[in-house]
């Protein structure tokens, strides 16, 4: 089965930043939409941004202005870029796609194993 494969998380100071990644761990599948989610300590698991087929994108309002998602290299790779980080944005971030199978299959949704962010001094 295809999965999506996250990285680019760790620990940064407020005001850093942080690039996380999420691709297919298979060649012929795209990510057509990618969503970006978080589960924060004592919080329940919000979307924080997505980008749809056209490439319309929407975020949460904690995050505007900050962080920016995208989708590159052929769609097969969803990055969210995370600019001045403050500490309520520590969580364990979370891609899920909606994927698109190049070879004429059914396509599917997929979350990855998720990564964690820390921002602390």
């Known amino acids: 089965q295809v999965k999506l494969v996250e990285s680019g998380g760790g620990l940064v100071q407020p005001g850093g930043s942080l690039r996380l990644s999420c691709r297919t761990d298979r060649s012929f599948w795209r990510l057509n939409v990618v969503r970006w989610l978080r589960q924060s300590p004592g919080k329940e698991r919000e979307l924080v941004a997505s980008?749809?087929?056209?490439?319309?994108?929407e975020y949460a309002d904690s995050v505007k202005g900050r962080f920016t998602i995208s989708r590159e290299n052929d769609n097969k790779y969803g990055y969210l870029q995370m600019n001045n980080l403050r500490p309520d944005d520590t969580g364990v971030y979370y891609c899920?796609?909606?994927?698109?199978?190049?070879?004429?299959?059914?396509?599917?949704?997929?979350w990855g194993q998720g990564t964690q962010v820390t921002v602390s001094s």
């Open positions: 980008i749809a087929t056209d490439g319309s994108t």
């Open positions: 899920n796609g909606d994927l698109l199978d190049l070879g004429g299959g059914p396509g599917c949704d997929r």
